[in-house]
T-cell receptor, first 117, second 118 residues
């Protein structure tokens, strides 16, 4: 079973509109972290935002916010006032466990977001 | 600014040759680095975890003799694709964690290496 599911392979959004990118996850571990990364066409992976499983409030970073619904196991990324430069691939990722070890991230398949003028 | 440097960014090699990719942590020590592979329009797949001073931990299905990992110092991990074949053509990207290995510490990625084997 997939640990991270991103159901939107691609999205077209008008500039200045808000965007919601879906992410659901699957884990039985009570302690986990959820991450969103942006990958422009250049290939670099840019860290956007983090949400911990025990965090009481939804994470926010500038125009990015994370709509964390723990019971539904969803961690959707919301981008407010989208800009042309937001066009990129977006990946949701998870780290399970308490992080005491050296744990890599498990990534979803990504959503290709295209912002139209 | 970038905290992880990866080199080269692009490499084209002939089938049967070996290619070395370097991943450096800039201004911090990384006892652990991670190597990912990404196929076109696909997700990142963890290949192996590189541990400084010890053997790398490979994910299931990844050939350790094919993808040699060396993490000889706290700031450098290398991935060598040995006897490369066209099916090894891919985007390889390394990452490291800045700071303590806590659950909320993100991975910082290098800019990736696009390998093309002809």
């Amino acid at each position: 079973a997939q640990k991270i599911t991103q159901t939107q392979p691609g999205m077209f959004v008008q500039e200045k509109e808000a965007v919601t990118l879906d992410c659901t996850y699957d884990t039985s571990d009570p302690s986990y972290g959820l991450f969103w990364y942006k990958q422009p066409s250049s290939g670099e992976m840019i860290f956007l935002i983090y949400q911990g499983s025990y965090d009481q409030q939804n994470a926010t970073e500038g125009r990015y916010s994370l709509n964390f619904q723990k019971a539904r196991k969803s961690a959707n990324l919301v981008i407010s006032a989208s800009q042309l430069g937001d066009s990129a691939m977006y990946f949701c990722a998870m780290r399970e466990g308490r992080g005491g070890g050296a744990d890599g991230l498990t990534f979803g398949k990504g959503t290709h977001l295209i912002i139209q003028p | 600014g970038a905290v992880v440097s990866q080199h080269p960014s692009r490499v084209i090699c002939k089938s049967g040759t070996s290619v070395k990719i370097e991943c450096r942590s800039l201004d911090f020590q990384a006892t652990t680095m991670f190597w990912y592979r990404q196929f076109p329009k696909k997700s990142l797949m963890l290949m192996a975890t590189s541990n400084e001073g010890s053997k790398a931990t490979y994910e299931q299905g990844v050939e350790k003799d094919k993808f040699l990992i060396n993490h000889a110092s706290l700031t450098l991990s290398t991935l060598t694709v040995t006897s490369a074949h066209p099916e090894d053509s891919s985007f390889y990207i390394c990452s490291a964690r800045l700071g303590q290995a806590l659950n909320n510490s993100p991975l910082h990625f290098g800019n990736g290496t696009r390998l093309t084997v002809t």
